[in-house]
Protein backbone atom coordinates (compact mmCIF):
# COMPACT_ATOMS: atom_id res chain seq x y z
CA UNK A 1 0.00 0.00 0.00
CA UNK A 2 1.26 3.32 -1.12
CA UNK A 3 2.13 5.47 1.99
CA UNK A 4 0.48 9.05 2.94
CA UNK A 5 3.72 10.64 4.03
CA UNK A 6 5.57 10.62 1.05
CA UNK A 7 8.70 12.84 2.13
CA UNK A 8 9.86 11.76 5.92
CA UNK A 9 12.71 13.52 7.55
CA UNK A 10 14.84 12.47 10.53
CA UNK A 11 16.49 15.41 12.37
CA UNK A 12 19.06 13.60 14.67
CA UNK A 13 22.00 11.21 13.00
CA UNK A 14 22.91 9.50 16.16
CA UNK A 15 22.06 5.42 16.90
CA UNK A 16 18.49 5.83 17.55
CA UNK A 17 18.02 8.80 14.47
CA UNK A 18 20.17 6.34 12.21
CA UNK A 19 17.61 3.12 12.95
CA UNK A 20 14.47 4.96 12.45
CA UNK A 21 15.87 6.41 9.20
CA UNK A 22 16.59 2.43 8.27
CA UNK A 23 13.06 1.95 9.50
CA UNK A 24 11.18 4.39 7.31
CA UNK A 25 13.37 3.60 4.09
CA UNK A 26 11.64 -0.16 3.91
CA UNK A 27 8.43 1.26 2.01
CA UNK A 28 10.48 2.67 -0.61
CA UNK A 29 9.79 6.64 -0.22
CA UNK A 30 12.07 9.37 -0.31
CA UNK A 31 13.70 9.75 3.61
CA UNK A 32 16.50 11.78 4.75
CA UNK A 33 18.70 11.89 7.50
CA UNK A 34 20.03 15.50 9.09
CA UNK A 35 22.76 15.40 11.31
CA UNK A 36 24.12 19.00 13.02
CA UNK A 37 27.45 17.99 11.75
CA UNK A 38 28.75 18.27 8.50
CA UNK A 39 32.00 15.65 9.48
CA UNK A 40 29.30 13.16 11.08
CA UNK A 41 27.49 13.23 7.74
CA UNK A 42 30.02 12.53 5.34
CA UNK A 43 30.86 9.79 7.49
CA UNK A 44 27.02 7.85 7.47
CA UNK A 45 26.91 9.05 3.42
CA UNK A 46 30.14 6.66 3.23
CA UNK A 47 29.45 3.55 5.48
CA UNK A 48 25.66 4.10 5.40
CA UNK A 49 26.19 3.36 9.08
CA UNK A 50 25.76 4.96 12.12
CA UNK A 51 28.67 5.85 14.19
CA UNK A 52 27.49 3.88 16.73
CA UNK A 53 27.97 0.84 14.14
CA UNK A 54 26.59 -2.50 14.97
CA UNK A 55 27.83 -5.55 13.31
CA UNK A 56 25.56 -7.34 11.00
CA UNK A 57 23.17 -3.86 10.38
CA UNK A 58 21.57 -3.46 7.34
CA UNK A 59 23.01 -0.56 5.84
CA UNK A 60 21.23 2.66 4.96
CA UNK A 61 19.57 1.95 1.50
CA UNK A 62 19.99 4.63 -1.98
CA UNK A 63 16.34 6.08 -0.88
CA UNK A 64 17.92 7.63 1.84
CA UNK A 65 19.77 11.13 1.66
CA UNK A 66 22.63 11.99 4.76
CA UNK A 67 23.17 15.97 4.91
CA UNK A 68 23.55 18.64 7.49
CA UNK A 69 21.71 21.31 5.08
CA UNK A 70 18.39 22.91 6.09
CA UNK A 71 17.47 23.02 3.04
CA UNK A 72 17.44 18.94 2.21
CA UNK A 73 14.67 18.98 4.99
CA UNK A 74 12.47 21.43 2.94
CA UNK A 75 8.72 19.85 1.52
CA UNK A 76 8.73 17.15 3.93
CA UNK A 77 5.73 15.90 5.18
CA UNK A 78 6.75 13.86 8.00
CA UNK A 79 9.24 15.09 10.32
CA UNK A 80 10.63 12.65 13.07
CA UNK A 81 12.94 14.29 15.62
CA UNK A 82 15.49 12.52 17.37
CA UNK A 83 17.32 15.29 19.44
CA UNK A 84 19.16 15.79 22.77
CA UNK A 85 16.16 17.09 25.28
CA UNK A 86 18.77 19.94 25.50
CA UNK A 87 18.83 20.86 21.43
CA UNK A 88 15.19 20.65 21.13
CA UNK A 89 14.31 24.34 21.11
CA UNK A 90 17.07 24.95 19.20
CA UNK A 91 16.02 22.52 16.36
CA UNK A 92 12.79 23.54 16.94
CA UNK A 93 13.39 26.76 15.63
CA UNK A 94 15.34 26.04 12.88
CA UNK A 95 12.01 23.78 11.81
CA UNK A 96 9.74 26.88 11.81
CA UNK A 97 12.24 27.95 9.34
CA UNK A 98 12.62 25.04 7.54
CA UNK A 99 9.72 25.37 4.52
CA UNK A 100 8.19 21.98 5.31
CA UNK A 101 5.23 20.57 3.57
CA UNK A 102 2.12 22.61 4.16
CA UNK A 103 0.40 19.21 5.76
CA UNK A 104 3.26 18.48 7.66
CA UNK A 105 2.95 16.11 10.87
CA UNK A 106 5.97 16.13 13.32
CA UNK A 107 6.84 13.20 15.67
CA UNK A 108 8.97 13.62 18.84
CA UNK A 109 11.18 10.70 19.70
CA UNK A 110 13.00 12.77 22.27
CA UNK A 111 12.50 11.12 26.18
CA UNK A 112 13.54 14.09 28.07
CA UNK A 113 11.54 16.85 29.83
CA UNK A 114 12.67 20.17 29.69
CA UNK A 115 14.58 21.92 32.95
CA UNK A 116 12.87 24.81 34.64
CA UNK A 117 10.26 24.92 31.90
CA UNK A 118 9.00 21.64 32.76
CA UNK A 119 7.93 21.30 29.36
CA UNK A 120 7.56 17.97 27.33
CA UNK A 121 9.10 17.68 24.02
CA UNK A 122 5.98 18.14 22.02
CA UNK A 123 5.00 20.94 23.56
CA UNK A 124 8.47 22.68 22.41
CA UNK A 125 7.61 21.80 19.03
CA UNK A 126 3.87 23.09 19.09
CA UNK A 127 4.71 26.29 20.19
CA UNK A 128 7.37 26.80 17.57
CA UNK A 129 5.24 24.79 14.47
CA UNK A 130 2.03 25.28 13.40
CA UNK A 131 1.25 21.30 12.53
CA UNK A 132 0.23 18.90 14.13
CA UNK A 133 2.84 17.33 16.85
CA UNK A 134 2.75 13.79 18.43
CA UNK A 135 5.33 11.27 19.81
CA UNK A 136 6.76 8.09 19.32
CA UNK A 137 7.86 5.62 22.61
CA UNK A 138 8.59 2.93 23.85
CA UNK A 139 11.24 -0.02 24.44
CA UNK A 140 12.94 0.44 21.40
CA UNK A 141 17.39 0.48 21.95
CA UNK A 142 18.32 1.33 18.28
CA UNK A 143 21.02 -1.90 18.71
CA UNK A 144 17.75 -4.37 18.09
CA UNK A 145 16.08 -2.29 15.50
CA UNK A 146 19.16 -2.19 13.21
CA UNK A 147 19.43 -5.87 13.24
CA UNK A 148 15.31 -6.24 12.55
CA UNK A 149 14.90 -7.82 15.91
CA UNK A 150 11.15 -8.17 16.69
CA UNK A 151 10.36 -4.69 18.59
CA UNK A 152 7.24 -2.93 19.69
CA UNK A 153 6.59 0.73 20.35
CA UNK A 154 3.62 3.83 20.75
CA UNK A 155 3.01 6.65 18.62
CA UNK A 156 0.52 9.30 20.10
CA UNK A 157 -1.06 12.24 19.14
CA UNK A 158 -4.43 14.16 20.17
CA UNK A 159 -6.21 13.47 16.71
CA UNK A 160 -6.46 9.18 16.46
CA UNK A 161 -6.54 9.58 12.77
CA UNK A 162 -2.95 11.28 12.29
CA UNK A 163 -1.73 8.50 14.92
CA UNK A 164 -3.04 5.59 12.82
CA UNK A 165 -1.35 7.42 9.37
CA UNK A 166 2.03 7.66 11.37
CA UNK A 167 1.65 4.07 12.62
CA UNK A 168 1.08 2.46 9.01
CA UNK A 169 4.08 5.02 7.49
CA UNK A 170 6.54 3.36 10.11
CA UNK A 171 5.50 -0.01 10.66
CA UNK A 172 7.69 -2.96 9.36
CA UNK A 173 7.32 -6.71 9.67
CA UNK A 174 10.12 -5.95 12.81
CA UNK A 175 8.25 -2.93 14.54
CA UNK A 176 4.87 -3.10 15.70
CA UNK A 177 3.15 -0.02 16.55
CA UNK A 178 0.23 0.98 18.79
CA UNK A 179 -1.05 4.30 18.99
CA UNK A 180 -2.85 6.33 21.86
CA UNK A 181 -4.16 9.33 21.93
CA UNK A 182 -2.74 9.97 26.03
CA UNK A 183 0.63 11.97 24.88
CA UNK A 184 1.58 13.28 27.96
CA UNK A 185 2.26 9.95 29.65
CA UNK A 186 3.49 8.35 27.04
CA UNK A 187 6.42 11.37 27.09
CA UNK A 188 6.74 11.01 30.69
CA UNK A 189 7.32 7.90 31.15
CA UNK A 190 10.10 7.68 28.23
CA UNK A 191 11.98 10.38 30.34
CA UNK A 192 11.51 9.99 33.78
CA UNK A 193 12.74 5.89 33.32
CA UNK A 194 15.92 7.05 32.50
CA UNK A 195 16.49 8.63 36.32
CA UNK A 196 14.96 4.82 37.63
CA UNK A 197 17.87 3.54 34.82
CA UNK A 198 20.80 5.83 36.32
CA UNK A 199 19.31 4.40 39.93
CA UNK A 200 19.60 0.47 38.84
CA UNK A 201 23.08 0.94 37.54
CA UNK A 202 24.06 2.34 40.82
CA UNK A 203 22.77 -0.90 42.17
CA UNK A 204 24.45 -2.80 39.99
CA UNK A 205 27.26 -1.28 40.39
CA UNK A 206 27.43 -1.34 44.38
CA UNK A 207 26.73 -5.39 44.03
CA UNK A 208 23.04 -5.22 45.95
CA UNK A 209 21.55 -7.78 44.32
CA UNK A 210 18.81 -8.83 41.95
CA UNK A 211 16.37 -8.35 44.38
CA UNK A 212 16.87 -4.48 44.97
CA UNK A 213 17.21 -3.66 40.92
CA UNK A 214 13.65 -5.45 40.64
CA UNK A 215 12.25 -3.43 43.76
CA UNK A 216 13.91 0.01 42.53
CA UNK A 217 12.16 -0.74 39.29
CA UNK A 218 8.47 -1.68 40.59
CA UNK A 219 8.79 1.34 42.81
CA UNK A 220 10.05 3.88 40.23
CA UNK A 221 7.15 2.85 38.06
CA UNK A 222 4.96 3.83 41.42
CA UNK A 223 6.94 7.12 41.22
CA UNK A 224 6.60 7.44 37.00
CA UNK A 225 2.20 6.61 37.39
CA UNK A 226 2.23 9.23 40.08
CA UNK A 227 3.56 11.83 38.11
CA UNK A 228 1.93 11.00 35.33
CA UNK A 229 -1.60 10.87 36.51
CA UNK A 230 -1.09 14.49 37.96
CA UNK A 231 0.00 16.01 34.48
CA UNK A 232 -3.34 14.61 33.45
CA UNK A 233 -2.31 11.68 31.57
CA UNK A 234 -3.71 7.84 31.84
CA UNK A 235 -2.89 4.88 34.30
CA UNK A 236 -3.18 2.34 31.50
CA UNK A 237 -0.27 4.08 29.32
CA UNK A 238 1.75 4.28 32.48
CA UNK A 239 0.79 0.27 32.40
CA UNK A 240 2.57 -0.07 29.14
CA UNK A 241 5.05 0.39 26.19
CA UNK A 242 6.23 3.67 26.92
CA UNK A 243 6.10 3.43 30.64
CA UNK A 244 6.52 -0.31 32.19
CA UNK A 245 8.15 -1.77 28.98
CA UNK A 246 10.74 1.20 28.38
CA UNK A 247 11.59 1.14 31.71
CA UNK A 248 12.44 -2.45 32.12
CA UNK A 249 14.55 -2.25 28.93
CA UNK A 250 16.14 0.88 29.93
CA UNK A 251 16.74 -0.71 33.70
CA UNK A 252 18.32 -4.41 32.57
CA UNK A 253 19.89 -3.83 28.75
CA UNK A 254 23.14 -3.91 28.85
CA UNK A 255 22.81 -1.36 25.73
CA UNK A 256 21.64 1.18 28.17
CA UNK A 257 23.93 4.35 28.45
CA UNK A 258 21.75 4.93 31.39
CA UNK A 259 22.76 1.80 33.29
CA UNK A 260 26.18 2.13 32.34
CA UNK A 261 26.72 5.86 33.58
CA UNK A 262 25.02 4.33 36.90
CA UNK A 263 27.58 1.92 37.50
CA UNK A 264 30.26 4.09 36.63
CA UNK A 265 28.93 6.60 39.61
CA UNK A 266 29.04 3.89 41.59
CA UNK A 267 32.29 3.39 41.31
CA UNK A 268 33.13 7.05 42.33
CA UNK A 269 33.45 8.45 39.13
CA UNK A 270 32.14 11.82 38.62
CA UNK A 271 28.59 12.44 36.41
CA UNK A 272 31.76 15.11 34.25
CA UNK A 273 33.00 12.07 33.46
CA UNK A 274 30.99 9.68 33.18
CA UNK A 275 29.00 11.58 29.88
CA UNK A 276 32.60 11.93 28.75
CA UNK A 277 33.04 8.14 28.70
CA UNK A 278 30.27 6.72 27.26
CA UNK A 279 30.62 9.49 24.59
CA UNK A 280 26.63 10.06 23.70
CA UNK A 281 24.07 11.74 25.74
CA UNK A 282 22.79 9.76 29.08
CA UNK A 283 19.41 11.90 29.01
CA UNK A 284 19.25 10.60 32.69
CA UNK A 285 21.22 13.39 34.43
CA UNK A 286 19.51 16.34 32.89
CA UNK A 287 16.14 14.21 32.99
CA UNK A 288 17.19 13.68 37.00
CA UNK A 289 17.17 17.33 37.49
CA UNK A 290 13.57 17.93 35.35
CA UNK A 291 11.90 15.53 36.96
CA UNK A 292 12.49 16.20 40.48
CA UNK A 293 11.25 19.80 39.61
CA UNK A 294 8.32 18.40 37.74
CA UNK A 295 7.39 16.35 41.07
CA UNK A 296 7.70 19.56 43.32
CA UNK A 297 5.48 21.68 41.32
CA UNK A 298 3.26 19.17 40.75
CA UNK A 299 3.89 18.21 45.03
CA UNK A 300 4.17 14.07 44.19
CA UNK A 301 5.74 12.31 46.31
CA UNK A 302 9.03 10.22 44.70
CA UNK A 303 11.48 9.68 47.02
CA UNK A 304 13.58 7.31 44.38
CA UNK A 305 13.90 10.81 42.46
CA UNK A 306 14.55 12.41 44.96
CA UNK A 307 17.76 10.70 46.29
CA UNK A 308 18.74 10.64 42.65
CA UNK A 309 18.79 14.40 42.74
CA UNK A 310 20.87 14.30 45.76
CA UNK A 311 23.67 11.79 44.40
CA UNK A 312 23.81 14.25 41.15
CA UNK A 313 23.08 17.35 42.54
CA UNK A 314 24.29 17.84 46.37
CA UNK A 315 26.85 14.71 45.85
CA UNK A 316 24.99 13.07 48.34
CA UNK A 317 27.28 9.27 48.37
CA UNK A 318 25.28 6.70 46.48
CA UNK A 319 25.34 3.88 49.16
CA UNK A 320 24.04 6.65 51.57
CA UNK A 321 21.24 7.93 49.57
CA UNK A 322 19.73 4.19 49.14
CA UNK A 323 20.31 3.05 52.54
CA UNK A 324 18.42 6.14 53.92
CA UNK A 325 15.79 5.00 51.48
CA UNK A 326 15.66 1.62 53.33
CA UNK A 327 15.23 3.57 56.62
CA UNK A 328 12.16 5.16 55.57
CA UNK A 329 8.64 4.84 57.57
CA UNK A 330 6.65 1.71 56.56
CA UNK A 331 3.59 2.03 54.41
CA UNK A 332 0.98 0.29 52.61
CA UNK A 333 2.25 -0.37 48.85
CA UNK A 334 0.65 1.80 46.28
CA UNK A 335 0.79 2.82 42.85
CA UNK A 336 -1.06 6.47 42.99
CA UNK A 337 -0.06 7.82 46.51
Not at 56 to 82: C, E, M
Request: charged share 20%; proline share 3%.
Amino acid sequence: MSSEYKKTAIIGGGAWGTALALTASYKGDEVVLWTYREEEAAIIRETRHSLCRVKGARPLPANVLVTSKWKDVAGADLVIVVVPSVAMRSVAQSLAAANLAENAVVVSCTKGIEKDTNFLMTEILAANLKCPVGALSGPNHAEDIVLELPSLTLVGFEDPEIARAVQHRLSTSFLRIYTTTDVVSMQLGGAIKNVFALASGICAGLGLGDNARAALATRGLAEMTRIGLARGGRMDTCMGLSGMGDLVVTCYSEHSRNLTAGRLIAKGVPVDECQARIGQVVEGIPNTLSTYQLARKLEVRTPITDAMYEILYCGKPALQALEELMHRDLREESLTD
